[in-house]
C-alpha cells in the first residue's frame, strides 16, 4: 500500500498521470491485501483487475494505437466497400468516392470500442465455465471483433453514401 501511494504521489508530481492511476490502484491492492489476507485476495483476484482496465493508457500509446487502428479500419472499410461494387481509392486515412471523400479521423479509430469491449471480454470469460484456454480465446476475441466491427461500420457508411448519391461502380 505504501509503494503504491509513493507511486502515485510521484506520479502525481511528475504529471505523468498513467503513473499517479497505477499508484493509485496499487496502493488499493495493499489496502485489500492487508485487510483481508492473501487467501481472500487470490479469490477477488478478477474484480481487482478489472481496476486495472480502468486506467486509460499512456497518450504516447494511446496515439500510436489511434493511427494503427485508423489505417486498419480505412483499409478493412475500403476492402469492405469494394465488395458491394463501389469504385473507391483509399490513401492513407482519406476514402476517395469519386466527387466526396470520406476522412478516417481519429475519433474513428475504434479504441471506444475497444476498451468497453475488453472489459466485457474479461468479465465474460471470467463467469464462463470452460477450459481457460476457452475463456482466454473469448477474452481476446475482442480486440479482432472491435477492428473489424469499426472497419465494417467505415465500410458502410461509404458505402451507403455511394447508393444514397446514385454513383455506383
Request: charged fraction near 10%; hydrophobic fraction near 55%.
Amino acid at each position: 500500500a505504501l509503494f503504491g501511494a509513493l507511486l502515485a504521489i510521484a506520479g502525481k508530481s511528475a504529471s505523468l498521470y498513467t503513473v499517479s492511476q497505477l499508484g493509485a490502484v496499487a496502493a488499493f491492492y495493499g489496502v485489500v491485501l492487508a485487510g483481508v489476507g492473501p487467501l481472500v485476495f487470490r479469490r477477488v483476484w478478477a474484480p481487482l483487475f478489472i481496476l486495472l482496465l480502468m486506467v486509460p493508457l499512456p497518450d504516447f500509446l494511446l496515439h500510436n494505437f489511434s493511427a494503427e487502428m485508423q489505417l486498419i479500419s480505412s483499409r478493412l472499410g475500403v476492402w469492405f466497400m469494394r465488395l458491394f461494387g463501389v469504385s473507391v481509392y483509399l490513401e492513407g486515412n482519406v476514402i476517395d468516392l469519386g466527387v466526396y471523400r470520406l476522412q478516417v479521423a481519429e475519433a474513428c479509430d475504434g479504441l471506444r470500442y475497444m476498451f468497453p469491449l475488453m472489459t466485457l471480454g474479461f468479465i465474460m470469460a471470467y463467469f464462463f465455465k470452460a477450459a481457460l484456454w476457452k475463456r482466454v480465446l473469448l477474452f481476446l476475441s475482442s480486440f479482432p471483433i472491435t477492428i473489424l466491427m469499426n472497419s465494417l461500420r467505415v465500410g458502410t457508411i461509404g458505402s451507403v453514401h455511394r447508393m444514397a448519391c446514385g454513383r455506383w461502380g
